[in-house]
Structure formats: C-alpha cells, structure tokens
C-alpha cells in the first residue's frame, strides 16, 4: 500500500474492459468507488484512443470534467481539469495525399474480406489516428460482441494489419488493437505512452501507475503499460481494477 500525498501519485486508466465494459457506460458503483475513494487520495486520469464525444458516452461529461487529466486518441488531445491544452493533428503530420492512399487501399481491402456480417462506418478519420472495424463500428451490442468471438478465432484484425504492413512499409505507422471490432492506426510514438509528455511536464510525481486490459504486445494498453515511467497494471475487468486499487491504496 502506498502512502504518498495525492499531489505525488498519479492514476492513468484505460477505459474499456478497465473501468467500464467494452462501449458501455460507467457502473453507478464503480463511478463511486472511483470518485469518493480513490479522488481524494491521488491525482487521475484517463487515456482513451477514443475521441471525446465516445467517452462522455462511458464516462458524463461533468464527471470527465472532474478528472485531473484527460487524453482522448492516445493523449494527442490534452485536457486538464476541463481545459484543453494541446491538439496535435494527423492530417498536418502525414498529408492528405498519403492519407488518401492509405484509405483508399483499406476501403478496397476491407470490401475483399467475408465475414458474418458487416454494417456500417468501417473507418472513422480523428485527430490523432485512423480506426479501422472491419465489422463496421455501426454494429449492435450483440454484434459487437459476436464478431470479438469470430476474430478470436479467425484473427481477422491481425491479418490485416499484416497486410496493411507489407502494402506501406514506408510510412512510419503503428497498428494497435484495442478494444472488440477495430484496430488503430497512427504515426510511431502517438500510442498511449504519448500522454506521459503531458504528465511529466511540469510535474514531479514520485509515482506513475498505469491500468489496462490490452497490455500485451500488439495491445493498444502495451507501450504505456511497459514504458520504464510508469509502474503498469493488467486488469482483466473493472471488477479486478477496483480490486487492484484497494490493495494499492487501501480503500
């Protein structure tokens, strides 16, 4: 159990399959835990490869408000205490031209490969990164869920990224799966350990602690659960992450 001064550790989550379910909202009873126990006794955040307006769907928007830092797409968009500070952009560091080309193969690929079912929205353009579903992010819960099972076995993520590495081995990108029907694609080094630019600035925490669920290589919780700054966590469900914050904090 540790006994630093909430100024002195810093908290960092993941959010789906950490604090909440996969695209599900906050438990009313780990929204507690979270806030009234875990608040007051150290300094939080959340790290999401989600854009904003999908976390407001998990977590209220008063609530993320309340946080001490969040960093929506891997931290490439910085907010503290409410206020965004910083937004790096992914048009301006790849260029529209090489961003066509690489949507534009994936559009055509995407329309090669079989599976169940498909629905809708199968990229989606954000600031910091390129997601990719090859179920179509449009998908019910049932969906959803159907289609983690199937790729469980079929690996069709993984098999695309593969493809996706041989057809541009030239352009300095990262694939990161995360989460139940897509993958992440963004330049080298804008993965989650990106955020810890943020936190290190200006602060001087004694202690870094990460939470993730996807911490093995290939996960999108991997760089920042391995990065020598922060001491990382494997959870495999909000249950485990509460379970592992009271043996930390004691709660």
């Given amino acids: ?122 990229i989606e353009f954000r600031s910091g990164m390129i997601n990719i579903s090859p179920i179509g992010r449009n998908c019910t819960r049932e969906e959803r869920n159907a289609f983690a099972e199937y790729d469980k076995e079929h690996e069709v993520r993984k098999g695309m990224i593969e493809v996706l590495r041989k057809q541009f081995p030239n352009i300095d990108l990262t694939y990161s799966i995360g989460g139940q029907i897509s993958f992440d694609v963004f330049p080298k080094g804008w993965d989650k350990s990106y955020c810890l630019n943020h936190v290190t600035k200006g602060r001087n925490f004694k202690e870094i602690h990460f939470f993730g669920d996807k911490t093995d290589p290939g996960g999108n919780d991997h760089e920042i659960f391995a990065d020598s700054r922060t001491v990382g966590h494997s959870v495999t469900s909000p249950d485990d992450t509460k379970r592992k914050l009271q043996e930390l904090l004691g709660v």
Avoid: W
Wanted: aromatic share 8%; net charge negative; glycine share 6%.
């Fill in 1 to 122: 159990m540790t006994n630093l001064k909430r100024d002195e550790i810093l908290l960092l989550f993941d959010v789906d399959g950490t604090l909440t379910g996969p695209r599900m909202r906050i438990t009313p009873e780990m929204e507690d835990f979270l806030y009234l126990k875990v608040l007051p006794k150290a300094t939080l955040g959340v790290v999401s490869g989600s854009d904003l307006e999908k976390l407001f769907e998990q977590i209220s928007r008063d609530r993320i408000q309340e946080l001490d830092y969040v960093f929506p797409e891997n931290g490439l968009v910085h907010i503290e205490r409410g206020q965004e500070k910083s937004r790096q952009s992914l048009q301006n560091h790849l260029g529209e031209e090489k961003i066509q080309e690489f949507v534009n193969f994936n559009l055509q690929h995407l329309s090669t490969i079989k599976l169940p079912l498909k629905r809708g929205t199968f």
